[in-house]
């Protein structure tokens, strides 16, 4: 099994920047791609960004395009998002996901999930 940990959220000002962290450990040897995913307040869990397992390919929402930056350390085991220009639309809880394939995913079909930190942006 992969447990996956969160950090690095906070509260700051519109146009700030956050970098969060996603820290894997028990079996990584299974842990592939992955991704981050946010849920604000009475909405539905949405996909932000992905990486492959190599790295050498991402992919990310239309809200996080030219702001988020997704990163991967294979040998510390370690997925970073850099926020930058964050807006108040993106306070949410953001949330770690992994899975077995090394292939990128966009979609929910992860097999491991962190409990997620919480970034609030105020205006």
């Known amino acids: 099994q992969v447990q996956l940990v969160e950090s690095g959220g906070g509260t700051v000002q519109t146009g700030e920047s956050l970098r969060l962290f996603c820290t894997a450990s028990?079996?990584?040897?299974?842990?592939?791609?992955m991704g981050w995913f946010r849920q604000a307040p009475g909405k539905e869990r949405e996909f932000v960004a992905a990486i492959n397992w190599s790295g050498s390919s991402t992919y990310y929402a239309d809200s996080a395009k030219g702001r988020f930056t997704i990163s991967r350390d294979n040998v510390k085991h370690t997925m970073n998002l850099q926020m930058n220009s964050l807006k108040p639309e993106d306070t949410a809880v953001y949330i770690c996901a992994g899975r077995r394939s090394v292939d990128i995913l966009v979609g929910n079909e992860y097999e491991y999930w962190g409990r997620g930190t919480q970034v609030t942006v105020s205006s």
């Open positions: 028990g079996r990584t040897i299974d842990l592939g791609a």
